[in-house]
């Protein structure tokens, strides 16, 4: 399976819609003579249109240069990320290592031939003055049929991908191709061919005084699909950000729990809970072997003894095999689509009659009690003094999250909040960093003992660690009195 990132615009052109001269526009010195293709892709969704919805399209195309299966995954208009798989012989069906990118957004069910794109192609390279390749232009005259209802449409598309372009050149040739009549499109192909019966589909914001709450609830479900294919493959960026979702679901959920039957949301807190426990499973053995490779790097070599470098590259090595392995079982799970429609059920249903009041409380009571147990750990010295750290740092989090909820309406008020408690939070994530690196270090140093290795490279980067662990403390003191300015949280008084 290949994997690659598109960064692309549409603009859909009127009847009488002329291209323009694209040369001199954000360095464009040369527009190539036209290939002309013929495409025909039948798009392949859920009987209620769930991979669409959740901004997937999963298609069968033939014709030109990349025939096969593709899987889209992000919105139009930003950065896309396509999985493509060969045709097969029979093809009835997508290929097993598509389903699996596609079951947290189809959430296990089935998918069925839904709509069938033909278009005819034309394709310009757009070219630099040293030639290079800046973007590639498409003008698609599409004919599209909904497979359901049998809806059929007509309508003329330009495409601009980047190549070895920028975002600048994107607003170039944009403001060109608006300034000759072109209308920039947000959705897909796939989407206009459906677009009839996508519409029945009640996806609107919530409203009301718990909206923020729901909506913020949605974000982070939509977060754990959006990052499910690439995460599924072991992307670091990806398996970060669905294990940060799957935290601020489980602070939410517990912050503002009212909201929701106590049975249900705590039931959901436990699968995600699980869910997040394998994906720091990988995500931890991924930041440990890039932290600890770093750390045996910046010694002298004459202060590297034995074959340290080797060891912690094997050791991580397996402990990541392990952990993406068990990751793809549980993605691969029954209870993994189960989560997800549970969450869609709280997301979408309506939530308990408590006024913005109820709200804010919820969000102060969080603030506070992370102020608590902050100062509490403070207090405490030695190991127990690590501990207490790391669950003031998990307070901090909930906090965080709780003010996240009120940042879109409350702005930069917010904002500012949040800011400090993240600077807060990254500094006690350094200092139990350094607690678990040196825990890892020291079963390095036995296992090499035990292998007849020398063990002083070990030793050495446990002194590093536990010494930059000293002085974490005066900076968490200054970043605490720092976030409990008053205009900082001013808006936080009743």
Known sequence: MATVVERERKYSGDEGFRMPDLTGCGGVVTMSDATVSDLDAVYWDTGDLLLLRSGHALRRRTGGHDAGWHLKVGAVGGTRVEHQFPAGASDDGPPPELVALIRGASRGHPVAPAARVVNRRREHRLLGADGRVLAELAEDDVRSEDLVDGAARTW??????????????????????????????????????????????????????????LAYVRAQRDAIVGNHAAAYQGDEDAVHDMRVATRRLRATLRTFRGLWDRRESEAVRAELRRLGGELGRVRDSQVMAARLTEAVHELPDELVLGPVAARIGERFAADLAEATTALRSALDSDRYPELLARLDRLAGAPAADVGRRWVDRRIRRSVRRADERLDCSLAVTGPDGDAALH??????????????????????????????????????????DSVVTREVLRRQALQAYADGENTFTYGLLHAGQAEAAGHDRPAVLRARDRSRRRKVRRWLEP
């Open 156 to 213: 003329h598309e330009i495409e601009i991908e980047l190549v070895e372009g920028d975002e600048a050149l994107l607003d170039a040739l944009g403001g060109r191709l608006r300034a000759a009549g072109a209308r920039e499109v947000a959705v897909s192909k796939s989407h206009r061919a459906v677009a009839g019966r996508i519409e029945r589909f009640d996806d609107r914001e919530p409203d009301g005084p718990a909206a923020p709450v």
């Open 391 to 432: 669950e003031a740092r998990k307070k901090l989090k909930a906090a965080r999250y709780a003010v996240e909820v009120r940042e879109p309406a409350a702005g930069k008020r917010t904002t500012r909040l949040v800011k400090q408690f993240k600077a807060l939070q990254d500094l006690l994530g350094t200092h139990q």
